[in-house]
């Protein structure tokens, strides 16, 4: 292939790493994590939440950074209609929301002994250096319909599904998988093809393997005696390797069996679980208060490169603002114990106390 | 909370009443249908599956807004069948659930009587579809239904399938402690945030009553039980604590090596500059080395 046909594609660039061909997921904070971009030709499985609402506004983010870039898009869902994730996409917005709250410290804040870390910036400077291809959003607007109307959107519904497949026990995931082809063959996304104009498709799968997706219409199965799911993404793998596409497709994981689950991650490039704290004891946790869920990477696979690109051992968080979501590096806060109640506790307890009981003549 | 949960406006879209036999969901589900009842601005459709229909039909009485639905009698359309040159042909076509569901109309109000008897008559996959499409697509008020946790099979585990789908999901406990039975619910909000709680609840004059079970905290316990009653202060000969005056002319002095703004014009004494480096001071070496701890 020559890099000249590259350089035309709008809103991709190439790894600094190891050459390959990324397009934005988005989310400029998820961006870095991975390393720049998500890599053309591969399938990314989020993990969904147990409400399904910020799994669903990771998979928004991908198709409006999709349609700004003037990428064809493909979704498909069974669980809601697929033109109403088009319709709620997010509006593209010129600048960073967040860098107008920054150095706003207040006087009592200000730092009396070590006054020489005052100055220190709050976040890794290493990340923001590397050039974004990405657009920020604002998700309490919707995108224009004007913008919708112009670009090459595909809807699949799960409406038509005719039987005589052998591979799958639900023919939906077969009829899914022909719509992806056909979709790469008429747009020639296909590496071999020659367009004049070289561009991407963007795959997104909204809680693929719900129980929407069970098979045989009267069935009495359990949702993990098949092997559909991982069958599925294990050929969506295959046919997005042999084109310019990305996939995203989503799972409602919570309802599956580990040993399925990791099949399913088995059969991916990249893997990531959204970790809700709402419903759970975590949410009540003041030193969390700041976030909204735990963000892991499960899986970041090597593509054209014998060195994964590993992010150390961090831990991640996510938070959704009304008009951003974002992914940052889990900070703990220094520990000041306080009680339940909100209040400070009146005398610093140290570790030098005894372990159990409080006492104020602990010291 | 429980009650304002279930009948106050917005309806949570889809309720699901889990129970077994040893307590019984029906007084809730009875209780929510009495409360729509009661304002009567929606329509009401009952799908009564598993009791006796004529025995539903007295009980509720002459309710115009009431629509119910005889899938008991008759479920497989025998009841008016003739003898024909290959079997039994049955006159009436046994009435699909399906096409009644097509049926419902925006701002009505959906009682199942109960959802694991819709999944012996359809089968797991297709009662999914079916409640999700009535979710989904027909924008009904609210749909509620009871779910007898006894009658479903162990390894399908349709009541996590159904959690998935439904907004706001009970689980009845027997009574454990106490004369009321407890309720663990589990509250989905559309904005994303979900409320889990375990209530204890009643019943008083026909309304449903309920009360928050409060978890004890062993942290809280464990204070409580010893005494914390001991003032370092007394204790001492000197004085430990600070004044509000003392702690104001703490803040006040100007220690040697801060940035100081005011040039201080000493012509006499001596002063100290304080160079700071490069890179802060960093000491590679751990103090507490030669500690044992």
Same mark, same amino acid.
């Given at each position: ?363 | ?125 297709? +009662? ?16 509620? +239904? ?148």
């Amino acid at each position: 292939m020559e890099k000249k046909s590259h350089k035309v594609i709008p809103g991709t660039t190439y790894s600094a790493q190891n050459g390959h061909l990324l397009i934005s997921s988005g989310i400029p904070s998820l961006d870095n994590l991975l390393g720049g971009g998500i890599p053309v030709g591969t399938v990314v499985l989020i993990e969904e939440d147990f409400h399904g609402s910020y799994s669903k506004i990771v998979l928004k983010y991908f198709l409006a950074e999709g349609i700004v870039s003037k990428h064809s898009t493909l979704i498909a869902s069974q669980d809601v209609n697929p033109s109403n994730i088009i319709k709620e996409l997010p509006a593209v917005i010129e600048s960073d929301l967040e860098t107008e709250r920054v150095s706003k410290t207040r006087a009592s804040d200000k730092m009396r002994i070590a006054f020489r870390y005052q100055n220190l910036p709050t976040t890794d400077s290493s990340n923001s250096n590397m050039n974004n291809i990405g657009h920020n959003y604002d998700l309490s607007k919707n995108m224009s319909f004007s913008d919708i109307e112009n670009s090459d959107i595909s809807y699949w519904t799960g409406q038509r599904i005719e039987n005589g497949t052998k591979t799958y026990s639900n023919p939906a995931y077969n009829e899914l998988l022909k719509s992806i082809k056909n979709k790469i063959k008429e747009g020639k996304f296909f590496l071999k093809d020659r367009p004049d104009r070289r561009s991407v498709l963007r795959i997104g799968v909204h809680s693929l393997g719900s129980p929407m997706w069970l098979p045989h219409r009267k069935s009495l199965h359990s949702i993990d005696a098949t092997r559909d799911l991982d069958m599925f993404i294990f050929c969506l793998r295959a046919l997005v390797r042999s084109a310019y596409s990305v996939a995203v497709i989503t799972i409602p994981t919570h309802l599956y069996h580990e040993i399925s689950l990791d099949r399913c991650i088995h059969s991916s490039d990249i893997a990531m679980r959204l970790q809700a704290f709402s419903g759970t004891e975590l949410e009540n946790n003041q030193t969390l208060s700041d976030y909204h869920g735990f963000f892991y990477l499960t899986k970041l696979a090597a593509i054209n490169s014998l060195a994964s690109r590993h992010p150390g051992s961090v831990e991640y968080a996510f938070k959704l603002r009304r008009k951003k979501f974002s992914i940052d590096v889990l900070h703990l806060p220094p520990d000041i114990q306080e009680d339940s109640d909100g209040k400070r506790e009146q005398f610093p307890s140290l570790g030098c106390g005894g372990s159990t009981k409080k006492n104020l003549l602990d010291f | 909370m429980l009650r304002s949960h279930l009948t106050n406006f917005p309806f949570s879209k889809f309720v699901i009443i889990q129970d077994t036999l040893q307590e019984r969901g029906k007084p809730i589900f009875d209780f929510v249908l009495k409360t729509h009842l009661e304002r009567s601005r929606h329509k009401i459709h009952y799908f009564v599956f598993h009791e006796n229909f004529s025995q539903v039909k007295s009980n509720i009485g002459n309710e115009n807004d009431v629509i119910l639905h005889d899938f008991v009698t008759d479920s497989k359309g025998w009841n008016y069948a003739r003898w024909g040159s290959d079997g039994w042909d049955s006159v009436n076509t046994p009435k699909v659930f399906e096409e009644v569901v097509k049926n419902v109309n925006e701002k009505d109000v959906v009682f199942v009587d109960s959802l694991a008897h819709v999944i012996y008559l359809y089968g797991l996959a297709e +009662t999914y579809r079916l409640f999700s499409y009535l979710k989904v697509e027909t924008g009904v008020a609210q749909i509620i +239904t009871v779910l007898h946790l006894d009658l479903l099979m162990e390894d399908v585990k349709a009541e996590k399938l159904f959690e998935h789908l439904c907004t706001f999901s009970l689980h009845l406990d027997p009574k454990f402690n106490s004369d009321n039975g407890r309720i663990q619910y589990v509250f989905k909000k559309l904005g994303g945030k979900i409320i889990k709680e375990i209530e204890e609840y009643w019943f008083e004059d026909g309304i449903l009553f309920s009360k928050k079970i409060e978890r004890l905290d062993p942290k809280k316990l464990l204070e409580k039980s010893t005494p914390v009653d001991v003032n370092p202060e007394t204790l001492s000969t000197f004085k430990i604590a600070l004044s509000d005056k003392d702690k104001a002319s703490r803040d006040s002095l100007v220690l040697p090596y801060l940035p100081n703004s005011e040039q201080t014009d000493s012509q006499d004494g001596g002063r100290i500059f304080y160079q700071f480096d490069e890179i802060d001071d960093w000491d590679e070496e751990d103090p507490d080395d030669d500690l044992d701890i």
